[in-house]
């Protein structure tokens, strides 16, 4: 089993539209969670962190974190065309370990 | 503004040629971390300083190696680079290991090429 595990995609939503992008972890004394974008052939750059259960917004996104199912997702409301590129969700236990990444498309 | 930088950007080396990536920060954090990413895969960490001590991934091939002569700058060594190697190498600091320090900030990335 992965540690940290995402849905490759790709995840495809019109402009405008919520795009909702999950993540699942295995080590349950986990305990910090970061929601990375990547666009292609650049490095990740942080969009989120959450430490506690419940949700965490920050202007268009929001980070959900729930320690007893072992997920934490984002939600991008009004969803842009400059929002297309991958998401890493990564998990810190002992080190920090990444997804595989979600891809998103936003069609205009 | 407070940063982390890499050089080169782009790397042509041939096969069995060692090479040497650099990493520079002035973020002034306690924590450097080397990454590989293969394309489509999650950043893979290699290892990381945790001001000088170093902290080596079990499944971190011998072939790379790391130097930190000082809290800005820190050293990804290849020293006989395979064609497996091609990939984007990721320089990744944060201000410290416990918990709310840890979010790491990523420079630019190096893009590695073995012909």
């Known amino acids: 089993q992965k540690e940290v595990e995402q849905n490759s995609g790709p995840l495809s939503v019109p402009e405008g539209a919520i795009a909702s992008l999950n993540c699942t972890y295995s080590?349950?004394?986990?305990?910090?969670f970061f929601w990375y974008r990547q666009y292609s052939g650049k490095s990740p750059e942080l969009i989120m962190s959450?430490?506690?259960?419940g949700d965490k917004e920050d202007g268009r996104f929001t980070a959900q974190l729930n320690k007893a199912s072992q997920y934490v997702s984002l939600l991008i409301r009004d969803s842009q065309p400059s929002d297309s590129a991958t998401y890493l969700c990564?998990?810190?236990?002992?080190?920090?370990?990444f997804g595989a990444g979600t891809r998103l498309t936003v069609k205009p | 503004d407070a940063m982390v930088i890499q050089n080169p950007r782009y790397q042509v080396t041939q096969f069995g040629k060692p090479v040497t990536l650099s990493c520079s920060q002035t973020?002034?954090?306690?924590?450097m971390y080397w990454y590989q990413q293969k394309s489509s895969q999650a950043p893979k960490l290699l290892f990381h300083?945790?001001?000088?001590?170093?902290?080596n991934e079990a499944d971190t091939p011998d072939n790379f190696q790391s130097r930190r002569p000082n809290t800005s700058f820190c050293f990804l060594d290849i020293r006989s680079p395979g064609l497996g190697d091609t990939a984007m190498y990721l320089c990744?600091?944060?201000?410290?290991?416990?918990?709310?320090?840890?979010?790491?900030?990523f420079g630019p990335g190096t893009r590695l090429l073995v012909l």
């Open positions: 990744a600091t944060s201000r410290d290991l416990g918990q709310g320090y840890q979010t790491q900030y």
């Open positions: 300083y945790y001001d000088k001590d170093f902290n």
């Open positions: 080590d349950r004394v986990s305990q910090s």
């Open positions: 973020l002034n954090h306690n924590v």
């Open positions: 959450i430490y506690s259960n």
């Open positions: 990564a998990v810190i236990s002992n080190d920090m370990r």
